[in-house]
């Protein structure tokens, strides 16, 4: 894991981070909303982690749920959350602290299209602390389209 993030980091997020990549993996395979796991291009060289989520905890209205997750050396990140429903279209939001010109470094594209951004704050910046607030606040997505 890279050393801890800093917000006067330089205005560059780095090469991605392997190592935290490989360890958000394995809590993804441990959690039981998560279905399968892969990297992209491949596990020897993970830009990229993809989390296809559970369908058979979402209701039928539902057709995919994945979280794509980018990790970099300078303690940046984006946890992408997208779900595409029977209807064509798509909810989707995203937590990212990177180098931006449109608000705070670190910022959450806000549902249901990801347009709308504002500043955030996090009670750390861990990437297993993160990891919890996204899966958390997943969690509540579920109850919500439930509750619908």
């Known amino acids: 894991m890279s050393r801890p993030p800093s917000d006067s980091a330089p205005d560059s997020t780095g090469p991605p981070d392997r190592q935290t990549l490989r360890l958000l993996e394995r809590h993804l395979t441990s959690d039981s909303l998560v279905a399968e796991t892969a990297f992209d291009p491949d596990s020897y060289e993970?830009?990229?982690?993809?989390?296809?989520?559970?369908?058979?905890?979402?209701?039928?209205?539902?057709?995919?749920?994945?979280?794509?997750?980018?990790?970099?050396?300078?303690?940046?990140?984006?946890?992408?959350?997208?779900?595409?429903?029977?209807d064509g279209s798509q909810w989707e939001c995203r937590w990212d602290r990177h180098p931006n010109t449109h608000n705070a470094r670190l910022?959450?594209?806000?549902?249901?299209?990801?347009?709308?951004?504002?500043?955030?704050?996090?009670?750390s910046l861990h990437p297993l602390e993160v990891y919890s607030t996204v899966l958390t606040a997943i969690e509540q997505r579920l109850e919500d389209l439930w509750s619908q």
Do not use: C
């Open 107 to 123: 910022h959450f594209h806000q549902p249901p299209a990801a347009n709308d951004i504002t500043d955030l704050e996090l009670p």
């Open 46 to 86: 993970p830009r990229l982690l993809k989390a296809f989520l559970d369908m058979e905890r979402y209701p039928e209205s539902v057709s995919t749920a994945r979280l794509d997750i980018r990790w970099f050396t300078m303690g940046d990140f984006t946890f992408h959350y997208v779900e595409d429903h029977d």
